[in-house]
Every structure is written in C-alpha cells, then in structure tokens.
C-alpha cells in the first residue's frame, strides 16, 4: 500500500538557520512526489515538486529512490517560512494524492 | 482567473437536514476532487471526477453524493449527516489528469453537523 510519512509534527528552528522537513514514502511503482504548503489563513498550495526539480522561495527537494525519500531542505530560514507544510505522492495511472500527515515549521526571530 | 471558488465558506446543518457544497474553477481544468481534512490531520481524498464522471470514489458513505454538472463546477450534496462528518471539505482542481499534476485548492467549506 501506498504511504507517506512526515515523523516530524512539529519542527522549529531559529532564523537563519539550515531547514530540513523529512518525508519518505512507500509506493512500488514510479512516483511522483511534490510538496504542498498551507501559511496561516492561506488555502493549501503547491511549493514544488520533484518533476520540475526547481527551486521555490530558497526551497529543494531531491527524490532518493534508494532511501525512498524526499526531504525538503532551505539553508536559511525566514520567519515567512512559518507553515504547515505536507509531502504528497501521486501515483501513476490514478488520480490519487496521499499526503503525509504534516510538519508545522516554526521559524524562531 | 487562476481560483477555486468554494461556497459557502461555513456551514451549520441537523442531522435531518440536506445541504450541498459548491465548488467552481474557471481555469479550464479537466479533473476535480473533493477532500475531507480533519483538525490537525491531513486531507483525505473522497472522489475525483475526470473529464465530468466520476473517476475515484473512496468508499465514501452514501449520505455523500458527489455531482459534476459541467466541467466548472462541482457540488457535493449532504444528507444525513453525523457529527462525526464535521470537518473542513475542500475541493481542488487540476489540469490534467496525470500523475504530475499539481492540485489547486480552494479556501474549503468549514461543516459542523449538530
């Protein structure tokens, strides 16, 4: 069965500092994987995803096959980067999106 | 217009009473969804309609009745409700229908059932 899993409910670091929100996922076949943020009274929105391997608001995300794995990293974070912040995995030849069950970034001033 | 429209944004309804939810996308998108979202848990998909008919039913109890009149406009229809059926319903949309797809969501109907 498909899962994806966020172990973190709850991450804070101070301003500044390096930024890792960790995912990893169960599917047997390809995935598509990408990253969806929620900010405080804002509806819930794509950040990126790992198709397009781009960089979003200082955020990267690299696909690791071999660890099952899609990490979102910023070296620096802002207070802005304050969230709610879901990993998602899509799988081919549906329409299904499972999401993780979330990691609230606190960015400390 | 780049927005997934969703009324009404709160919603207050008996356990006899029958409702629906709107949601409307103007972005020529050919899928759309509705998930449940319970506080502090993720969202949960319930169906999705691919190209107008309903492609996904999540094993979703009868007294939900999903409906796509045209390709812009969703509603889910209420009826019989438990209060355990409150929760934040949110509808999102996307271009395509493949995996890649990214989903655009709307702000959500917030439901309390009484």
């Known amino acids: 069965a498909q899962r994806v899993t966020q172990p973190e409910k709850l991450l804070s670091v101070f301003k500044g500092a390096p930024v890792e929100l960790k995912c990893n996922y169960s599917?047997?076949?390809?995935?598509?994987l990408f990253w969806y943020v929620q900010y405080s009274r804002q509806r819930l929105q794509l950040l990126l995803r790992?198709?397009s391997r781009e960089s979003i608001k200082g955020f990267t995300a690299d696909l690791n096959k071999g660890e099952t794995s899609f990490h979102l990293k910023k070296p620096f974070a802002q207070e802005e980067d304050s969230a709610m912040y879901y990993c998602?995995?899509?799988?081919?030849?549906?329409?299904?999106?499972?999401f993780g069950t979330g990691t609230r970034l606190k960015v400390l001033a | 217009d780049t927005e997934v429209t969703q009324t009404p944004k709160h919603l207050v309804m008996g356990m006899t009473n029958k409702k629906s939810l709107k949601c409307e996308q103007h972005m020529g998108h050919r899928a759309m969804y509705w998930y449940k979202q319970k506080a502090k848990k993720p969202p949960e998909l319930m169906f999705v309609?691919?190209?107008?008919?309903?492609?996904i039913n999540e094993s979703v109890p009868s007294r939900f009745s999903p409906e796509c009149p045209n390709s812009s406009l969703l509603n889910l229809h209420l009826h019989a409700l438990q209060p355990e059926d409150s929760a934040l319903y949110l509808c999102?949309?996307?271009?395509?229908?493949?995996?890649?797809?990214?989903?655009?969501f709307g702000s959500g109907t917030q439901l309390s059932v009484l």
């Open positions: 999102a949309s996307s271009q395509g229908v493949g995996a890649e797809e990214k989903l655009f």
């Open positions: 998602a995995l899509s799988t081919s030849g549906t329409y299904k999106y499972i």
């Open positions: 790992h198709i």
């Open positions: 599917y047997s076949g390809s995935p598509e």
């Open positions: 309609y691919s190209y107008e008919k309903l492609s």
